[in-house]
């Protein structure tokens, strides 16, 4: 069979690709490099996606896991994950000058762990162990947070209080989520649950939208890193829902064998994987054989996160924009 000869149409999930806070800490690296100049030292990858980690580390960024790595009087970021309170009082102790690139949206369950504790709840959650959101958030405490990774664990869970709240890592699938915390429920039906859920809007849309899409197609492409958990949990939603799926991180990662006898393919990509790359997936779709692209109807996203003050408030575009 000649290669692609099945494959015609290309279905793009709406939305896909970067979210507001990925859009953010990136923007704060380069920031930091154009203002400071190079080298910039970020701890963990900015971003779980080996594009913008590569394109970075060319800029002259700096990716380690161990401040100890960093030289005095350095210039230091944290990744959009989060980090612990032990990283956060280490980095202030050696005098670094630090911008924080946290997720404003897993700030925001750091907020609330810090207010809850101090009202003497412990805490349920749910999430990856040895991801870095995870280990930041457990590490806002010393201890009384415990860890579920599924359904099964919470019967291991054994608080010292009867007050107890749930959290949740930002990029789980919400399914999978909702199944663990029913379970928390049924067994602390006391429990405290977040006022608004803690998975955040663009993990959410990207899965709702690949519910539609999965659905209306022959395979699903997901464009993201393998070190990526909303882009892996998107390559699995797509497969429970009875589609075949696989995540590339980039067009060479394609095998034309996917897509012999299929005609439709869909395309969507995680939130931390940048549009050139999905631009390059598309240009060897369409190489492949694919004649027709076409965009899904989905929800149209306008979240913007402001920076951290030093690096200025207007977007890198704008600011292009503003000297020519």
């Keep these: 069979m000649a290669e692609g000869a099945h494959l015609e149409e290309l279905l793009l999930a709406e939305p896909r690709g970067f979210c507001a806070g990925v859009d953010r800490a990136i923007e704060i690296v380069e920031r930091a490099l154009v203002k400071f100049g190079a080298p910039i030292y970020v701890r963990h990858e900015i971003v779980h996606n080996s594009y913008v980690v590569a394109d970075l580390r060319a800029k002259g960024a700096i990716f380690i896991e161990d401040l100890a790595e960093v030289p005095p009087g350095a210039t230091l970021i944290f990744s959009a994950h989060g980090v612990s309170k032990a990283v956060r009082a280490e980095a202030a102790e050696r005098g670094f000058q630090v911008f924080d690139a946290t997720c404003p949206l897993v700030t925001k369950v750091h907020v609330e762990v810090a207010k809850l504790a101090r009202e003497g709840f412990e805490f349920v959650m749910i999430g990856h ?178 920076l951290p003050r030093g690096l200025g408030d207007r977007s890198m575009s704008e600011v292009a924009a503003s000297r020519s």
């Excluded at 201890?143 to 209080?161: K, N, S």
């Excluded at 989520?177 to 379970?183: D, G, K, R």
């Excluded at 067994?187 to 959410?204: G, H, L, M, N």
């Excluded at 939603?237 to 996917?258: N, S």
Aim: hydrophobic share 40%; net charge negative; with cysteine.
């Design 129 to 306: 162990k040895g991801h870095p959101e995870v280990e930041g958030t457990m590490g806002q405490l010393s201890d009384g947070i415990y860890l579920v990774e599924e359904v099964a664990d919470v019967q291991h869970v054994r608080p010292r209080t009867d007050k107890l709240a749930v959290v949740t890592q930002t990029t789980l699938s919400v399914d999978d989520a909702a199944a663990i915390l029913a379970e928390v429920k049924r067994r602390f039906p006391q429990v405290r649950e977040p006022k608004s859920q803690d998975i955040c809007y663009a993990t959410q849309n990207r899965q709702d939208a690949v519910k539609v899409l999965a659905p209306a197609v022959d395979v699903v492409i997901v464009v993201g890193s393998p070190t990526s958990s909303n882009s892996n949990r998107l390559r699995e939603l797509a497969e429970r829902l009875g589609t075949e799926a696989h995540m590339v991180e980039g067009p060479a990662d394609l095998l034309p064998a996917w897509f012999e006898g299929r005609r439709r393919v869909g395309l969507t990509a995680g939130a931390s994987a940048p549009d050139v790359v999905l631009q390059q997936v598309i240009a060897r779709l369409r190489e492949l054989g694919a004649v027709s692209i076409r965009k899904m109807d989905g929800v149209k996203e306008s979240v913007h996160f402001p």
